[in-house]
């Protein structure tokens, strides 16, 4: 299916827009008007155009600065620019009624057969969302003119369309119905019978159309939607569709607003807390309503449902709502002896719901929850972070919005899943580096109760690369940015608004701080409550950036850049720990850093010799080999302008009120293969792409979780070419002390001196047998560990991280196959290549092995392992429950079968 842009004709005259809905004046409304949000994942039909040569023209806006090969990126020559009929759509969310936009007259692309409701779609793909056009590849042909390792060399950029049928009952027809989408990537625009409706360009924002005029009462209704992903666009991997969930909502014309709840917790003690509700209310009847507004808050229950009976009330209040207008009722109540919400291990993420009626007359027209969570904190510039009263010292990594092999298409239980991992590493908080993430995100944060570290940009009018968000940025922040702080404020997660990440114009003197002023006055207005921060790996003390946020965040220039002997004459910014600088400068601002470490690994793979530096950069021979573009898992390389975690650790210890941190990274993610830009996924990962944990995991664990009794040794011990060579054996534990045993023999017995958090055995030469460590602590046996040289792989054995899930058609098993010698031993260097099946009501979605190099699609069911590990995921058929079996199978081992029930 071809429709070129050449082919299309312009539409404009369809004439002025018969379907207004016509509303009674007189309202009956009644108890079926109540809110209905229908999850509209299921049933799409999908089609990509094959290069945007052959797309239609039906743009959002042409770009006239990327002077680019026109046949990639120019505009088609019969553009039509939609963009004066979509920023409407943001309208709600300016503030100064005079700025707001007019939407023209007329129907763009009213006559283009994609929007049509008789259009045959019959032969594009049906998919179910959330869905990643791009992540199913192939990887691309380097070099390529539209993405580039940056963007992982996957096919985000083009321009698709999604197609769906709605039935709209004739019951329906007095209500207001809106089109909700969590994130469509990217430059939406949306038509529905071929109206079209609206849209959004930013990629990772939520969004509303109102479809009520152009709805067809008691029949189908045709939704076309229009996305297109600019090439290099982005400096990571953006993939491209409706990558989030999308909800049809119906409300009476009279209902609570678009995230039009706000609580805040002004006082809280275990004795008592505080709670102020703002609830603004919607009338879209063309006379003025007067409205009735309670509010009972609830205890939130574990299946995210009210428990009990209500513990708070706030008084009744009656609004007058002006009509086609709005309202803002505002109470206040006492919760008494609250259960905070806190971050474990030391408090618990207690949550609340504050559920709101609106009456008409007696009756109730909607009913609105808002989940919530009493908790207090403090900022501050000597002692950090209190939660409640408690310092938490912020120990928290960077996490992009990919899902690893899962592309960008969000899954709950993926994300569950990187934040398990994370908690048992003990972080206990996460930047949404840098853009804001999927709402089910923060709600996993709530219930798991990490503290978040919300940020929404990643470039303001300088851009990065040269088609990214800059060129929305003049038309959109202020849309963007309160949409974005309604849609979150009320989590209790989130602790801090980041309004930039390392944005240019931190070094554009007061002209930039000017803008970073405006941003953050429009933060405020927005939430009061929260402080902003915005990251800056370059602006100074004395420089005016630093002095509008009210957090301090740096990137890497905390604990110095390139300031290590190591880094000696490299290229770039060179700079010492710069926190005491800031601390002086600005006594009343908390500090932390928003980025550290830029530390590199692929997991399980050694190269020597190692470096006895505390931190070093990778380098051909030191650390990195840029033939099999593997980095060294010793945990002692990094990017360039990075810090091993030693050093971090060692600096953040010198400077006590700092308040913590952000790694860089918690997980790997899709693209920025920093040394190696060929390669397609990151090596910052402190956990691997398929979810494996690399040796820094350990690093970590025992600095965060001193409590756990826990030792670590690599490398792995198996080197049959090193026999009589120096293969040093690095040591993490949460003990201060350990002993190493080679075959038995003690290689001595050392303990941590200040500052110290490894042990090292740099001169142990290579005899195959076992490596012991007996850790201590106290002088007391903490924890022991012990790596043995394998056989031969005899045998593949495999677990799940859950044998029984939901058959909903998004609950996830991840099954990890190990490629084991005849004892069972997992072969630190295997490579066989493993075969997937699935039988039974479940599918493969994806394999990965945590091997950055690959360009085996993630989609394939055959994938080697990578020293000695690969990964399923199988995903339960919707509604057929059962038993799923999977079988691992590689020629010349014996298979492994696990069984997965399906619920
Ligand atoms: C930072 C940047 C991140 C990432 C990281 C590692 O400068 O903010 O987005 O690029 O470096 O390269």
């Not at 999927?438 to 990643?458: H, K, N, Q, S, Y």
């Not at 490579?831 to 990965?848: H, I, K, Q, S, Y």
Request: charge should be neutral; aromatic fraction near 12%; glycine fraction near 8%.
């Amino acid at each position: 299916m071809r429709i070129s842009g050449s082919r299309y004709r312009m539409f404009l005259g369809g004439g002025l827009l018969l379907l207004l809905t016509i509303l009674p004046l007189q309202a009956q409304p009644a108890q079926e008007l109540l809110r209905e949000r229908v999850l509209l994942n299921e049933d799409w039909r999908f089609f990509k155009y094959p290069s945007r040569a052959e797309a239609d023209g039906l743009v959002y806006d042409v770009w006239p600065m990327y002077r680019m090969d026109a046949d990639t990126a120019g505009a088609p020559k019969e553009a039509i620019v939609l963009k004066p009929w979509i920023l409407p759509t943001g309208n709600p969310f300016i503030k100064d009624p005079a700025r707001r936009y007019r939407r023209p007259p007329g129907h763009p692309g009213r006559d283009f057969p994609f929007v049509q409701p008789d259009f045959d779609d019959s032969g594009w793909e049906r998919v179910d969302l959330p869905h990643d056009w791009a992540i199913r590849g192939p990887f691309v042909e380097q070099p390529h003119p539209e993405v580039d390792g940056g963007m992982g060399w996957l096919p985000s950029p083009g321009v698709a369309w999604y197609r769906k049928k709605i039935f709209i009952p004739a019951a329906d027809s007095e209500r207001a119905i809106y089109l909700d989408v969590e994130g469509a990537m990217a430059h939406a625009v949306v038509w529905l019978n071929g109206y079209l409706v609206g849209g959004w360009p930013y990629g990772y924002a939520s969004w509303r159309v109102d479809l009520t005029p152009y709805v067809r009462w008691g029949a189908e209704n045709q939704l076309a939607i229009r996305l297109e992903v600019l090439p290099r666009s982005s400096r990571w991997y953006p993939g491209g569709g409706l990558y989030r969930n999308v909800w049809l909502v119906k409300t009476h014309p009279v209902h609570v607003a678009q995230w039009g709840t706000f609580v805040r917790t002004p006082y809280v003690s275990t004795d008592s807390a505080t709670v102020v509700l703002d609830v603004t209310i919607e009338n879209r009847w063309a006379r003025a309503v007067s409205v009735r507004v309670t509010t009972e808050i609830f205890e939130l229950g574990e299946e995210d449902r009210p428990r009990g009976d209500a513990v708070a009330a706030f008084p009744p209040r009656q609004v007058r709502v002006p009509a086609q207008g709005q309202a803002t009722a505002s109470g206040m109540a006492t919760v008494r002896n609250p259960k905070l919400w806190g971050p474990p291990p030391t408090q618990t993420p207690h949550r609340y719901v504050a559920v709101t009626t609106l009456w008409l007359d007696g009756r109730p027209v909607d009913r609105y929850e808002t989940r919530f969570g009493i908790r207090s904190l403090r900022f501050d510039p000597e002692r950090g972070l209190l939660v409640n009263g408690e310092r938490i010292e912020i120990k928290g990594v960077n996490q992009h919005h990919d899902l690893g092999p899962l592309g960008a298409a969000f899954n709950r239980r993926a994300a569950e899943r990187q934040l398990e991992l994370l908690r048992e590493m003990g972080a206990n908080a996460i930047r949404t580096a840098h853009n804001p993430p999927a709402p089910e995100l923060l709600e996993l944060t709530d219930r798991m109760g990490f503290l978040v570290l919300d940020e929404i940009f990643d470039v303001w009018e300088m851009r990065k690369t040269p088609l990214d968000f800059h060129l929305i940025f003049p038309d959109w922040h202020e849309q963007d940015l309160r949409a974005f702080i309604r849609r979150d404020r009320n989590h209790p997660s989130v602790i801090l608004w980041s309004f930039g990440n390392e944005v240019g114009e931190q070094g554009s003197g007061r002209e930039g701080a000017e803008l970073a002023r405006r941003l953050a006055r429009i933060i405020k207005e927005e939430d009061p409550t929260r402080p902003v921060t915005a990251s800056m790996n370059f602006a100074r003390p004395g420089t005016p950036m630093p002095e509008v946020v009210d957090v301090i965040c740096l990137n890497y220039q905390g604990e110095g850049i390139r300031d290590m002997p190591a880094y000696t004459g490299l290229q770039g910014i060179t700079t010492p720990p710069l926190y005491s600088a800031f601390r002086i400068h600005f006594p009343t601002k908390m500090i932390i850093s928003c980025e550290n470490a830029a530390a590199v690994s692929s997991r399980g793979a050694y190269l020597f010799p190692v470096t006895d530096a505390l931190s070093a950069p990778v380098r051909e021979g030191q650390g990195g080999d840029p033939v099999t573009r593997q980095v060294s898992g010793y945990e002692l390389y990094t990017a360039d302008f990075g810090s091993s975690v030693d050093k971090v650790f060692f600096v953040q210890e010198l400077h006590p009120f700092v308040a913590g941190g952000f790694v860089w990274s918690g997980w790997d993610y899709l693209g920025e293969p920093t040394p190696y830009y060929s390669s397609r996924s990151s090596y910052f990962g402190i956990i691997d792409l398929a979810g494996f944990k690399k040796d820094r995991f350990y690093l970590y664990q025992a600095r965060w979780r001193p409590e756990l009794p826990m030792v670590h040794i690599l490398p792995h011990w198996n080197w049959p070419d090193r026999v009589g060579e120096i293969t040093p054996v690095h040591v993490f534990t949460s003990g201060d002390e350990v002993e190493l045993f080679l075959n038995g023999r003690s290689l001595g017995r050392k303990k941590k001196g200040p500052y110290q958090y490894r042990l090292r055995w740099d001169d142990v030469r290579y005899e195959p047998g076992e490596l012991r460590a007996v850790a201590y602590k106290n002088g007391r046996k903490w924890a022991e560990a012990v790596v043995q040289t394998t056989g031969q792989p005899t045998a593949l054995a495999a677990e799940a991280d859950r044998v029984r899930i939901q058959a909903d058609g998004y609950d996830l098993a991840f099954i990890t196959v190990r490629v084991v010698d005849a004892e069972g031993r997992t072969v630190p260097t295997a490579d066989n290549p493993v075969r997937f099946t699935v039988e039974g009501p479940g599918e493969l979605v994806a394999t990965a092995n945590g091997d950055p190099t690959s360009f085996i699609p993630f989609s394939s069911d055959e994938r080697p392992a990578f020293n000695g590990l690969v990964l399923a995921i199988v995903r339960a058929r919707r509604g057929m429950p059962g038993t799923i079996t999977v079988t691992a199978s590689a020629p010349g081992l014996r298979p492994a079968r696990i069984v997965i029930e399906s619920q």
